[in-house]
């Protein structure tokens, strides 16, 4: 079992406060703990010797170009969302970010001194696009004190506070999508700060990367499985929310003797969601949770397959994938998941009657009429990546909606601190919205 957010836990650790324009909050991580080299080559040799930090090449903000047709609120001043978004990770640190255990730093995942890869991805990559190498360097050794017991290079998937250790629980093994972020946050890390100091991280990052093709990828449809614990005909299956298509790209471009392989796993994304476009989204442009291969085509699962009985259903996983999904288009060019896009932002649009507070936490793909909720309450985790999606737009309606899901999420509609899981994702929405998300 792997996690999943489908009881979303809201800590309450920090009062909830409005996101506006100018919001103050001067909080920090805390100080900056020994990460705890885990190889030889990455081991300071001696004592500090006192000199000066890398400087940041590619420090916030950025204000990327992005596809020329790509869509930004109006609504809000380059500066107001570039505050928003220095805001609102300082908060986001304060809340999550924990030291406990001595090995480093980690994200508070569910309330009760938890983490799990996914959220230690999401922290590393943060940290990267916001020059935050203290925090970037404790995460990352951090990972290496928990690698998993099959890919040496993974980070095993969930550790829990014990005695004042963090320890492994549920089995020592990845998960994809920590696996994935992980790697892609040292791309990141090598182009910010490079890597001559006491971190390789490009050769690290290409050893994360060397472990994903090897344990996280089925060679004979050359699909990503859930963790590098696959066997038999559990590499059949394909995750949603491991469908990060810009990272593939990158992957590509730094591991360039296996190339043709990552274009495959590429080809295999955009397979899987051109497939639902002729199948049951049709008109959504919606994609399931799980998929399973089934004779030429990628199909949703029926029922449950791995962790709910809407495993086939756009939930707590797939949610992420019109976020996901758009990036290929805004940072790399690349068309081939656009048309799918554009019909989730038409569809999700008319939906809601243009309010995305109307978003709800869920609808049907397979295991009931497509496109109908599941749920009658709305959460982050889906409005935030709807609000990415809404960049693909075009028409008339377009803009506004654009406008309207900016101010859904940085606080007419949510508070700033929600929970772990919506809050990592809004922060990484926030970055790509006010054109900050750029690629290595």
Known sequence: MRFTATDPVRPGRVA??????GLAVALTAGSWVDPGWSRAADRPSGPATGGTEPVATRPFPQHVRYASTALKPTNATQDEMDTIVLDQYA????????FDGGEGSWIEYDGADSTVSEAHGYGMV????????????????YATHHPSNIGPHLMAWKQTLQGGRMVDVEGGDSATDGDLDIAYALLLAHVQW????IIDYRARAREVIHDIRRWDVAKRFSNFTSGDWTRGDYRRYTRSSDFMASHVLAFARYDRAHAARWRKVYRQITKAVDDQLGLRSRRTGLLPDFLTRSGARWVPVRGRWLESRHDGDFYWNACRTPWRLAVPWLVDRRTDTLAAQRRTARWIRGRTHGHPARIRAGYYVRNGRPGARISGYRDLAFSAPMAVNAMVGRGRAGPRWMNRTWASITGRDYPAITDYYGDAIRM?????????????
Not at 194 to 197: K, T
């Open 91 to 98: 908060l986001w640190k304060a809340t999550y970010l924990r």
């Open 126 to 141: 943060l940290a990267a696009y916001l020059g935050d190498k203290a925090v970037f360097d404790s995460m990352y050794g």
């Open 428 to 440: 990484q929405a926030l970055l790509i919205i006010s054109g900050n998300w750029w690629t290595p």
């Open 194 to 197: 490079g890597s001559d100091g």
């Open 16 to 21: 909830a406060l409005v996101l506006t324009t």
